[in-house]
Nanobody, 124 residues
Framework: QVQLVESGGGLVQAGGSLRLSCVVSGRTFSRYIMGWFRQAPGKECEFVAAIRQSGDSTYYADSVKGRFTISRDNAKNTVYLQMNSLKPEDTAVYYC?????????????????WGQGTQVTVPS
């Protein structure tokens, strides 16, 4: 059983930064592509970023490219999302997700395991 637990959300002023963390249980963390998604009220779940198993390849949604950075520490079973230059439109619940496959999955249906989410609020 794989369990994902996010932390690090909160309220931050526009232009500020937050770092989200997601700790994954189990001994096979390094075999999973890890992704971050977000869902704002009344909107569909949106892909944010993902990182492949070894951490050597990352990809991002255009809306966060240049502002957000995904990284992972396989020794700590943890994936991070560093969010800089935050905007009000970044307000959402952020979810960590995992899938054991190769390629570049970027839709929610491709991911197998999910955390419960952490709220990020950027007031306008």
């Amino acid at each position: 059983q794989v369990q994902l637990v996010e932390s690090g959300g909160g309220l931050v002023q526009a232009g500020g930064s937050l770092r989200l963390s997601c700790v994954v249980s189990g001994r096979t963390f390094s075999r999973y592509i890890m992704g971050w998604f977000r869902q704002a009220p009344g909107k569909e779940c949106e892909f944010v970023a993902a990182i492949r198993q070894s951490g050597d390849s990352t990809y991002y949604a255009d809306s966060v490219k240049g502002r957000f950075t995904i990284s992972r520490d396989n020794a700590k079973n943890t994936v991070y999302l560093q969010m800089n230059s935050l905007k009000p439109e970044d307000t959402a619940v952020y979810y960590c997700a995992a899938v054991r496959q190769y390629g570049y999955p970027s839709t929610s249906s491709e991911y197998e395991y999910w955390g419960q989410g952490t709220q990020v609020t950027v007031p306008s």
